[in-house]
C-alpha cells in the first residue's frame, strides 16, 4: 500500500528523530525503575519485591507541577534526617537501593546535574565530603561506596539529589538505576543516565556540562 504524502512526511520526521525515539524507549523502560524517593506515603513498598514495585511506580509518578518535595525536606515533613548544616541536609533514601543509601541536597533549589556550571564543582565536591562523612561514620568501607546523580530525563524529583550508597545493591534492577560508565579518549564520562560524583566534578572543573551522552 502506497503512503500518502502526509503519512511519508511523518515517516521522514520520526527516522529525523531517531535518537529522540531510543530516548523516549529507553525512558519509559527506566521509569519503571524510577524512583522511591518521591514516594513518602508509600513507606510499605520497602517490603515488596521488585516487580510489585514496577507496577506501583509506573502508576504512579509524579507530576512536573507538583511542588518540590525536596524543598521541604525535614523532619516535621516525615524526612529521617540524620545530618544538617545551614546549607545541605542529608536523609536516608526513603526505598534504600542499596544497604544503605542516602541523598545530600542542597537547602536552595537547583533542578539537576545539568544545571551546574563550572563554579558548582565546588558545591559537588561539598556534597561528596558530607556522604563521605556520613558513610565514614557508618565505617562503610571505601570500595563499597557510590555516589552520584542522575541525569535528566531520568530524574525523580528535579531537585538536585546527590546519591550516596553503600553497595551492595538490593537486586539486579535497583543496580540498573545507578550505572557508572568510564569515559574514553579524554572524556570523563561514557554514554549513561547516571554520572559518578568525581566524574561529574571534574566535568564542571574542565568547563563541560553533564549529560548522558558521552562527555
Ligand atoms: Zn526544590
Ligand atoms: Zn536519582
Given at each position: 500500500m502506497l503512503l500518502d504524502s502526509t503519512q511519508n512526511s511523518d515517516v521522514q520526521t520520526l527516522s529525523c528523530h531517531g535518537s529522540q525515539r531510543i530516548h523516549a524507549t529507553l525512558f519509559s523502560i527506566l521509569k519503571m525503575l524510577?524512583?522511591?524517593?518521591?514516594?513518602?506515603?508509600?513507606?510499605?513498598?520497602?517490603?515488596?519485591d521488585d516487580d510489585v514495585e514496577g507496577q506501583v511506580l509506573l502508576t504512579g509518578c509524579a507530576l512536573p507541577s507538583a511542588p518540590c518535595v525536596f524543598c521541604g525536606a525535614s523532619k516535621e515533613n516525615g524526612f529521617d534526617v540524620i545530618w544538617e548544616n545551614d546549607r545541605y541536609i542529608v536523609f536516608t533514601d526513603?526505598?534504600?537501593?542499596?544497604q544503605h543509601h542516602l541523598q545530600v541536597i542542597p537547602k536552595r533549589h537547583i533542578e539537576s546535574v545539568?544545571?551546574?556550571?563550572?563554579?558548582d564543582a565546588i558545591m559537588v565536591r561539598e556534597m561528596m565530603e558530607i556522604g563521605h562523612k556520613v558513610l565514614d561514620d557508618m565505617y562503610v568501607?571505601?570500595?563499597?561506596r557510590r555516589l552520584g546523580f542522575h541525569i535528566p530525563p531520568y530524574i525523580s524529583v528535579s531537585h538536585l539529589h546527590l546519591h550516596v550508597q553503600a553497595l551492595p545493591y538490593r537486586s539486579f534492577l535497583r543496580r540498573l538505576k545507578y550505572p557508572v560508565v568510564n569515559g574514553r579518549k579524554g572524556q570523563e564520562k561514557g554514554f549513561s543516565w547516571f554520572v559518578d560524583a568525581e566524574q561529574a566534578a571534574r566535568i564542571l572543573a574542565n568547563d563541560n556540562r553533564v549529560r548522558i551522552m558521552p562527555c
Open positions: 524510577f524512583h522511591s524517593h518521591t514516594r513518602r506515603e508509600e513507606a510499605p513498598l520497602k517490603t515488596l526513603i526505598n534504600p537501593a542499596a545539568k544545571s551546574l556550571r563550572r563554579a568501607s571505601p570500595n563499597l
